[in-house]
């Protein structure tokens, strides 16, 4: 009989298996904070989300909840992602579209007072 059988390797675990792929301290700590970053934004949009549900026989008062700490983490934790929630105009000096309200300049000017306005029709 052969001694030497080839015998099947134990099962390793996830964090097993993370570990010996990443042998490098500053990638392991990237991948813990990145783990941290996705628990507290988790966290934070069932907070939000626990706002707007509600539960029969636990809320007492049923008047609005202040959630802008909780939303300001939530969006924090966003950024930290690069995804921005927030609205950017997207407008150029020359690509943007002149409005279709009037609009009117006033200018005063001293020594000697004159007041001037100045009518502007955007079309």
Known sequence: M?????KPEPKKSPIT???EAMDDK???LE???TFIRLGVMVWAGFIISLNYVS???LAKDGGP???TFIASVFTGCLATFSVDVG??????KEGAKPSSIPTQTIRIEQAPLRITTDTKKNV
């Open 87 to 92: 609205k950017k105009k997207k407008e150029d």
């Open 65 to 67: 909840k202040d959630i």
């Open 55 to 57: 539960f029969p026989g």
């Open 17 to 19: 298996k993370l570990k």
């Open 2 to 6: 052969e001694a030497t059988k080839d």
């Open 31 to 33: 991948i813990l904070g």
């Open 26 to 28: 500053e990638e392991q």
